[in-house]
Protein backbone atom coordinates (compact mmCIF):
# COMPACT_ATOMS: atom_id res chain seq x y z
CA UNK A 1 0.00 0.00 0.00
CA UNK A 2 1.57 3.36 -1.15
CA UNK A 3 1.48 6.36 1.54
CA UNK A 4 -1.19 9.28 1.09
CA UNK A 5 -1.08 12.34 -0.49
CA UNK A 6 -1.60 15.09 1.42
CA UNK A 7 -0.35 17.52 -1.30
CA UNK A 8 -3.26 19.79 -2.53
CA UNK A 9 -3.93 19.44 -6.87
CA UNK A 10 -2.98 22.03 -8.52
CA UNK A 11 -5.55 24.44 -10.11
CA UNK A 12 -5.14 23.06 -13.83
CA UNK A 13 -5.64 19.71 -12.85
CA UNK A 14 -8.93 20.43 -10.47
CA UNK A 15 -10.14 22.54 -13.18
CA UNK A 16 -10.73 25.94 -10.75
CA UNK A 17 -9.02 29.10 -11.23
CA UNK A 18 -7.37 30.99 -8.42
CA UNK A 19 -10.10 33.31 -8.06
CA UNK A 20 -12.13 30.71 -6.95
CA UNK A 21 -9.57 29.46 -4.54
CA UNK A 22 -9.28 32.61 -3.17
CA UNK A 23 -12.77 32.33 -1.75
CA UNK A 24 -12.47 28.99 -0.63
CA UNK A 25 -9.63 29.66 1.63
CA UNK A 26 -12.32 31.21 4.02
CA UNK A 27 -13.58 28.06 4.21
CA UNK A 28 -16.89 29.46 2.28
CA UNK A 29 -18.09 30.49 -1.11
CA UNK A 30 -18.71 34.23 -2.08
CA UNK A 31 -21.82 35.97 -3.67
CA UNK A 32 -23.56 38.91 -5.00
CA UNK A 33 -27.07 40.04 -3.51
CA UNK A 34 -28.89 43.17 -3.30
CA UNK A 35 -29.98 44.62 -0.33
CA UNK A 36 -31.42 48.02 0.40
CA UNK A 37 -31.58 49.41 -3.32
CA UNK A 38 -27.10 48.10 -3.55
CA UNK A 39 -25.71 45.26 -4.20
CA UNK A 40 -23.81 43.31 -1.66
CA UNK A 41 -20.61 41.11 -1.40
CA UNK A 42 -21.62 37.91 1.33
CA UNK A 43 -19.10 35.80 1.93
CA UNK A 44 -19.93 32.31 3.95
CA UNK A 45 -17.56 31.36 6.27
CA UNK A 46 -17.14 28.15 7.75
CA UNK A 47 -16.66 28.08 11.55
CA UNK A 48 -13.02 26.16 11.38
CA UNK A 49 -12.20 29.50 9.27
CA UNK A 50 -13.96 31.85 12.19
CA UNK A 51 -10.95 31.33 14.96
CA UNK A 52 -9.62 33.78 17.00
CA UNK A 53 -11.95 36.45 16.95
CA UNK A 54 -15.38 37.17 18.29
CA UNK A 55 -17.71 39.54 16.34
CA UNK A 56 -21.06 41.46 17.31
CA UNK A 57 -24.11 41.04 14.75
CA UNK A 58 -25.55 43.97 13.45
CA UNK A 59 -29.20 41.92 12.87
CA UNK A 60 -29.53 40.97 16.66
CA UNK A 61 -26.50 43.09 18.39
CA UNK A 62 -25.39 39.46 20.24
CA UNK A 63 -21.61 38.16 20.05
CA UNK A 64 -20.89 35.63 17.14
CA UNK A 65 -18.57 33.50 19.19
CA UNK A 66 -15.03 31.84 17.80
CA UNK A 67 -15.38 29.00 15.73
CA UNK A 68 -19.28 29.31 14.69
CA UNK A 69 -19.98 29.59 10.65
CA UNK A 70 -21.62 32.89 10.20
CA UNK A 71 -21.68 35.31 6.93
CA UNK A 72 -19.63 38.35 6.53
CA UNK A 73 -21.52 40.75 4.00
CA UNK A 74 -20.51 44.12 2.58
CA UNK A 75 -21.53 46.80 -0.02
CA UNK A 76 -19.73 46.32 -3.24
CA UNK A 77 -18.87 50.24 -3.66
CA UNK A 78 -16.89 50.44 -0.28
CA UNK A 79 -14.27 48.78 1.01
CA UNK A 80 -12.95 46.65 4.07
CA UNK A 81 -13.72 49.13 6.54
CA UNK A 82 -18.14 48.34 5.76
CA UNK A 83 -17.65 45.06 6.66
CA UNK A 84 -19.82 43.63 8.95
CA UNK A 85 -20.26 39.86 10.26
CA UNK A 86 -23.94 38.73 10.75
CA UNK A 87 -25.45 35.21 12.12
CA UNK A 88 -26.30 33.18 9.40
CA UNK A 89 -30.40 33.52 10.62
CA UNK A 90 -29.68 37.30 11.08
CA UNK A 91 -28.54 37.97 7.80
CA UNK A 92 -31.46 35.86 6.28
CA UNK A 93 -34.17 37.59 7.91
CA UNK A 94 -32.61 41.13 7.55
CA UNK A 95 -35.61 41.90 5.61
CA UNK A 96 -38.22 41.16 8.44
CA UNK A 97 -36.31 42.98 11.53
CA UNK A 98 -34.58 46.05 11.94
CA UNK A 99 -31.17 46.40 13.17
CA UNK A 100 -29.47 46.81 16.84
CA UNK A 101 -32.54 46.43 18.48
CA UNK A 102 -32.94 47.26 22.02
CA UNK A 103 -35.19 45.84 24.80
CA UNK A 104 -36.13 46.66 28.06
CA UNK A 105 -35.05 43.98 30.83
CA UNK A 106 -38.39 42.84 31.73
CA UNK A 107 -39.58 42.60 27.54
CA UNK A 108 -40.74 39.43 26.46
CA UNK A 109 -38.04 37.80 24.48
CA UNK A 110 -40.54 36.73 21.63
Known amino acids: ?7 PKGAGSSGR ?5 RSGRYGGWQSTESWR ?19 RCPGCDQLIPDGVPH ?8 GVDERRHWHKACWNAKDR ?9 NAPRF
Open 1 to 7: MSPRRNR
Open 37 to 55: GEDWSVRHVAGASAQGKSY
Open 17 to 21: SAEDD
Open 97 to 105: RTTRVQRSR
Open 71 to 78: VVAWPEHS
